[in-house]
């Protein structure tokens, strides 16, 4: 059996917190499937131009879109392609000098055009401020994109868990967002908050029971919204993982056992 490929990526905390309202679930996806290939290939593509060269097949797999026929990438890259062009809005942008901008505008990919000589094989020129982000040394996130795909399948749940992500290693394990920013970063038009505690309980769900994060989201006055982190460290991960390794051995133990007896 093939083992399966995991892709993750350092993801710019701007990025993850950027207004994405013209974005659907696959232009994410296809945005993360970007981000990893540039990164991989970052000493590659600076030497060509900022063009990043992939395949069809390579692009549906980073994407989690294993399906041809349920997801055309002829389709993905025609209904994607303006959208990924646009300029998009970053959120605590840092400059060159080290500065910090709350929010910047920048463009991210120039262009995504069809390779002709080469079958099957896509021409993505990302733009020198993006080459920047990917190239960030500090305030980024680690981001499991496979998980992601395979457990995560709506939109704001992907954006929600990206976002709860960047802030994991708050020493005060509290998040605090008010839901002006809240719909600044997440909503495309104004919501209640009956509404955003809606969305937000549903996508929280999914998140604690599939993830490594586990939180307790709460609702107070003057419509705020506190994430409370729990403290999971790696030493807790580790010991689950043997708890299960343990229960799992036991389990082929005494199923030996009934199949000796049974004989």
Same mark, same amino acid.
Request: proline fraction near 1%; glycine fraction near 2%; aromatic fraction near 10%.
């Given at each position: ?15 993850? &917190?950027?207004?994405?309202?013209? !974005? ?9 499937? %970007? +981000? +990893?290939?540039?990164? #991989? ?13 992939? /395949? +069809? ?7 989690? +879109? ?8 002829? #389709? =993905? ?16 942008? %840092? ?10 505008? =920048?463009?991210? =990919? ?12 896509? @021409? =993505?020129?990302?733009? /020198? ?12 996130? &680690?981001?499991?994109?496979? *998980? %992601? ?32 920013? *809240?719909?600044?970063? !997440? ?9 955003? &505690?809606?969305? %937000? ?12 994060? @586990? ?13 409370? *982190? /729990? ?19 036991? &389990? ?12």
């Amino acid at each position: 059996m093939e083992e399966k490929r995991i892709y993750t990526i350092h993801k710019a905390n701007s990025l993850i &917190k950027a207004k994405l309202n013209n !974005f659907n679930l696959q232009q994410l996806k296809f945005l993360n499937s %970007i +981000y +990893y290939l540039a990164q #991989k290939n970052k000493n590659k593509i600076q030497n060509n131009s900022n063009i990043i060269s992939v /395949k +069809y097949s390579k692009l549906i797999d980073l994407m989690g +879109y294993h399906n041809r026929k349920t997801h055309p990438l002829s #389709k =993905i890259i025609k209904d994607s392609q303006s959208v990924l062009i646009e300029p998009i809005i970053l959120n605590n942008y %840092i400059t060159k000098k080290g500065n910090l901008k709350e929010w910047k505008k =920048i463009q991210l =990919i120039k262009s995504i055009t069809i390779n002709k000589g080469y079958r099957n094989t896509l @021409d =993505i020129k990302i733009t /020198k401020q993006f080459f920047n982000l990917i190239n960030q040394k500090k305030n980024w996130t &680690k981001i499991d994109t496979t *998980f %992601i795909n395979e457990n995560l399948s709506s939109l704001f749940a992907q954006r929600l868990y990206e976002y709860l992500k960047s802030y994991n290693n708050l020493e005060s394990r509290k998040l605090l967002l008010y839901l002006d920013k *809240f719909i600044e970063i !997440f909503e495309a038009k104004k919501v209640y908050f009956s509404t955003a &505690k809606l969305k %937000i309980n549903r996508s929280m769900e999914i998140i604690n029971s599939v993830s490594d994060l @586990d939180i307790k989201v709460s609702y107070h006055k003057n419509n705020l919204i506190v994430f409370n *982190f /729990k403290n999971v460290t790696d030493i807790d991960i580790k010991a689950n993982l043997k708890n299960q390794k343990k229960i799992e051995k036991d &389990k082929i133990m005494i199923a030996n056992i009934l199949k000796k007896i049974s004989i």
